[in-house]
């Protein structure tokens, strides 16, 4: 992999990009101090890198019964699962973050039952872990699990769609080898 590229594959940025990619890729530049690695793998489509942005736009920012930093750790468990360096090294450290504890963010990445977590995130996780391991045995009993804790059926639809979202994610960054950028590493440390 040539080192300025987001994947292994060979598929350059859209260029010029379109005004509003670029006003997009800008914005991130000034919150963020970079582009995510996994927007510029996007940009060779410009289609789907929007396709991509709104859903996890919507899905990781948009209005719900989680906060933000619960949708990271439904992001982080789901990733450690999967083994996704890209997404463990990026949303790892933006548990590190939101939550002001360097330590949540490490103890998200390796194990996340050896944090210490509310009942709450325990059965979120719970959830989302048994989502991304063995879908296909999913029960009212785990919905039940979720509703006990104060979850709401919206909250419930939220989880399984920042769950299911990242196993997709997962799917392709490891496919295609994405790089996460190196910024990541020192973040909220």
């Given at each position: ?27 991130c530049?000034?919150?963020l ?6 927007l510029?793998a996007?940009?060779f ?6 396709a991509f942005?709104?859903?996890?736009n919507?899905?990781?920012?948009g ?23 890209y ?5 790892g450290a933006?548990?590190r ?10 103890q ?23 989502l991304?391991?063995?879908c296909?045995t999913?029960?009212e009993?785990d ?16 989880i399984?769609?920042v769950a299911?979202?990242f196993?997709m994610t ?20």
């Amino acid at each position: 992999m040539i080192d300025d590229q987001p994947t292994a594959l060979d598929l350059p940025m859209v260029d010029p990009l379109p005004p509003e990619t670029q006003k997009y890729f800008d914005i991130c530049r000034e919150k963020l101090g970079m582009v995510p690695n996994v927007l510029r793998a996007y940009a060779f489509d410009i289609d789907k890198l929007n396709a991509f942005t709104g859903l996890y736009n919507d899905l990781m920012l948009g209005a719900s019964g989680l906060t933000k930093l619960e949708r990271e750790m439904i992001a982080v468990a789901v990733s450690s699962v999967n083994k996704c360096y890209y997404c463990l090294v990026a949303h790892g450290a933006a548990v590190r973050q939101l939550s002001g504890k360097p330590e949540l963010g490490e103890q998200m990445v390796m194990n996340w039952r050896v944090a210490d977590l509310d009942a709450r995130q325990t059965a979120m996780l719970e959830f989302a872990t048994k989502l991304t391991e063995s879908c296909h045995t999913m029960s009212e009993a785990d919905r039940k699990a979720l509703r006990d804790v104060g979850f709401s059926d919206r909250d419930i639809w939220d989880i399984a769609s920042v769950a299911a979202f990242f196993n997709m994610t997962n799917r392709v960054a490891s496919a295609t080898e994405m790089k996460p950028n190196d910024d990541y590493h020192a973040q909220a440390r």
